[in-house]
């Protein structure tokens, strides 16, 4: 299951996303900056990424403009839990930043045998 979260540096000052991860290993987050619609060569792409503890997860430390937007590709894997892993579930992607609290991206879904 795929989801794309258009995130937007709103502030006057440029933003740097230091670290990417997500709040289990049954989802992975990718990170895309730039427009590849205007050129493909401008174009930036981090991850994906997955939970801490679950693989090594490295720094990113891309800034973003002021106004500039970019996308993160949400990836959730309904089988990776196996059988048991029904009902409704909760899921989060932390996007980390050097100017205050982290961005947190959230999902639900209530996953069916």
Known sequence: VRHAFKV???SSEPVTITKMYTSCMCTTA?????????????TKQFGPYGMPGHG?????????NP????????????????PAGVGRIQRTVTIENNVGQP???GFSAFVTP
């Open 103 to 105: 961005l947190e991206l």
């Open 8 to 10: 937007k540096n709103a």
């Open 56 to 64: 090594f997860i490295p720094k990113i430390d891309a800034a973003m």
């Open 30 to 42: 990718t990170l895309t900056m730039g427009d590849p619609a205007a050129d493909s060569r401008q």
């Open 67 to 82: 106004g500039e937007e970019a996308e993160v590709q949400v990836v959730f894997d309904p089988a990776a839990h196996g």
